[in-house]
């Protein structure tokens, strides 16, 4: 471990910032679009930062090379090669067929396959293995969702004097779902190993609390001023609810800018129909896209009056398109959209218009500008930071947000979104039709309040009320003597404490 350096932070998550692709020429590197890049990116542009993460992609001489130039991502890269057996174990396996169903609520969906978690903690090793070579004592690292909930308990193990901090930004899954993992206690163990834990909202702190109280034995909830920390079989945390947001000032400028405008109106002028409904989501089954087509069908049915007159322009990203039911769920997609096109669409209007490709940050500020009614229906969200990004897009304070209730967005912005069930097939048709038919002097003060709620809480504030909260070593063992009750404890929080 590096003794000389100064106070950095030192980003670890699943992956690198980047894309790795083989191209005609060569390897070729770009900027990822995915929600923690985003979100970090900001952040970074200021900070002395390192960035430790997986490169998605085979090792080879020449990418290890190319990813230790400094210019490729927002900070300098640490590379972690992973091979075909640990990419279909830990990442295929343990991540995408255990952790991210169940912890989604669709435990169905899961395989529990024991050498899917002995991978898992091999691969954590790996980690710890590349934050040992990086960091320094006085460093903060920041530990970033749930492929790396145990490399605390590696990095413990090696004793490294390390300020440890882990931000899970799934949702984390009440008690009588998230027991059903073979390893609950270890993971629950190795989660109380960071310094601090946060979680994306009250709901998931108040789920991992109560997992604790299920699974561990001597779990005491208790408060030092203005920190609430978990203790459980001699080990303790600070555990809070983050909300995870944007940078509200770039999107807003970046929406005023002509080449924006420009686009947002070749958009409009392009697509039929009065009003534009957009959808803009990651390719995963926890998305809600194929429920949210059947709303919209069910939309066009009973309200006839509205064919020709509205437009769905739906956006999938794509993601994870080597994992096999996600192959399987972009072909229900497409299908659900050819049927209802089939069904309603004429000559001169295509009901949906479909499309599956990354979009390039002023692409995506320019659809969020031309859309009329923002459609943002996860099945179960951690956050979903589109639902913001569409408000902080909105300078001219237009558009309709509807929103799922299960998305962990909803909290804040509820009080300016229409909030559904995305279950609900005739609930969200229901506020389509509020949403078509909302006055613009509705959508201006729904539009203000939301917005005003962005601009307080930004990605700056969120980082910094999340690293406030790391809470020094001296102040450990008060905890044990400010224990309060579990329902005494939430009962604050309910009432804004």
């Known amino acids: 471990m590096n003794v000389n350096r100064g106070r950095r932070t030192i980003i670890v998550s699943n992956r690198l910032p980047v894309t790795v692709a083989q191209t005609d020429a060569g390897l070729s590197v770009q900027p990822s679009c995915g929600g923690l890049v985003s979100a970090l990116r900001p952040i970074l542009r200021n900070s002395d930062s390192y960035w430790i993460g997986w490169t998605g992609s085979d090792d080879t001489p020449e990418m290890a090379n190319l990813l230790r130039d400094d210019s490729l991502g927002p900070c300098p890269l640490v590379p972690i090669f992973l091979t075909a057996a640990e990419k279909a174990c830990f990442y295929h396996g343990c991540s995408n067929e255990i952790i991210w169903p169940l912890f989604h609520d669709l435990q169905s969906l899961c395989n529990f396959d024991p050498m899917y978690w002995e991978v898992y903690c091999d691969v954590t090793e790996k980690f710890a293995d590349a934050v040992e070579q990086t960091a320094s004592r006085d460093d903060f690292v920041w530990v970033h969702d749930y492929h790396l909930m145990m490399l605390a308990d590696a990095l413990r193990a090696r004793d490294l004097p390390l300020k440890l901090a882990y931000f899970h930004h799934i949702p984390f899954p009440p008690p009588d779902i998230f027991e059903k993992l073979p390893w609950r206690r270890e993971i629950l163990r190795g989660l109380l190993q960071f310094h601090i834990v946060g979680f994306q909202t009250l709901r998931d702190r108040r789920n991992f609390i109560a997992s604790l109280r299920r699974c561990l034995s001597d779990v005491h909830v208790s408060r030092v001023g203005d920190r609430l920390m978990v203790r459980a079989e001699n080990l303790c945390a600070t555990v809070?609810?983050?909300?995870?947001?944007?940078?509200?000032?770039?999107?807003?400028?970046?929406?005023?800018?002509?080449?924006?405008?420009?686009?947002?109106?070749?958009?409009?002028?392009?697509?039929?129909?009065?009003?534009?409904?957009?959808?803009?989501?990651?390719?995963?089954?926890?998305?809600?896209?194929?429920?949210?087509?059947?709303?919209?069908?069910?939309?066009?049915?009973?309200?006839?009056?509205?064919?020709?007159?509205?437009?769905?322009?739906?956006?999938?990203?794509?993601?994870?398109?080597?994992?096999?039911?996600?192959?399987?769920?972009?072909?229900?997609?497409?299908?659900?959209?050819?049927?209802?096109?089939?069904?309603?669409?004429?000559?001169?209007?295509?009901?949906?218009?479909?499309?599956?490709?990354?979009?390039?940050?002023?692409?995506?500020?320019?659809?969020?500008?031309?859309?009329?009614?923002?459609?943002?229906?996860?099945?179960?969200?951690?956050?979903?930071?589109?639902?913001?990004?569409?408000?902080?897009?909105?300078?001219?304070?237009?558009?309709?947000?509807?929103?799922?209730?299960?998305?962990?967005?909803?909290?804040?912005?509820?009080?300016?979104?229409?909030?559904?069930?995305?279950?609900?097939?005739?609930?969200?048709?229901?506020?389509?039709?509020?949403?078509?038919?909302?006055?613009?002097?509705?959508?201006?003060?729904?539009?203000?309040?939301?917005?005003?709620?962005?601009?307080?809480?930004?990605?700056?504030?969120?980082?910094?009320?999340?690293?406030?909260?790391?809470?020094?070593?001296?102040?450990?063992?008060?905890?044990?003597?400010?224990?309060?009750?579990?329902?005494q404890l939430e009962a604050q929080a309910a009432a804004g404490d």
Request: some cysteine.
């Open 240 to 487: 809070g609810a983050f909300p995870i947001s944007i940078d509200f000032e770039a999107f807003s400028e970046q929406a005023m800018e002509p080449e924006v405008t420009e686009k947002a109106a070749e958009i409009q002028s392009n697509i039929k129909g009065e009003q534009i409904i957009l959808g803009v989501d990651r390719l995963d089954y926890t998305k809600g896209i194929p429920e949210r087509l059947k709303a919209f069908r069910n939309f066009l049915q009973e309200y006839p009056e509205l064919q020709g007159r509205v437009t769905l322009l739906q956006v999938v990203v794509p993601s994870r398109e080597d994992i096999a039911s996600y192959r399987e769920l972009k072909l229900t997609i497409e299908r659900a959209v050819s049927a209802i096109n089939g069904e309603f669409g004429t000559p001169g209007w295509s009901p949906v218009v479909y499309l599956h490709r990354c979009l390039s940050q002023l692409e995506l500020v320019a659809f969020y500008q031309a859309a009329d009614i923002a459609l943002v229906t996860p099945l179960k969200d951690g956050m979903n930071l589109v639902a913001k990004e569409f408000c902080a897009s909105r300078v001219d304070e237009g558009g309709v947000l509807v929103l799922s209730e299960f998305a962990g967005a909803a909290p804040e912005l509820k009080c300016g979104a229409l909030l559904v069930n995305p279950y609900d097939t005739e609930g969200v048709t229901a506020a389509l039709y509020r949403a078509f038919r909302m006055s613009g002097r509705e959508q201006r003060v729904r539009m203000q309040r939301m917005r005003h709620v962005l601009q307080r809480h930004d990605v700056f504030r969120w980082c910094s009320s999340f690293r406030e909260q790391a809470v020094p070593e001296r102040l450990v063992a008060k905890a044990v003597a400010a224990v309060v009750s579990f329902p």
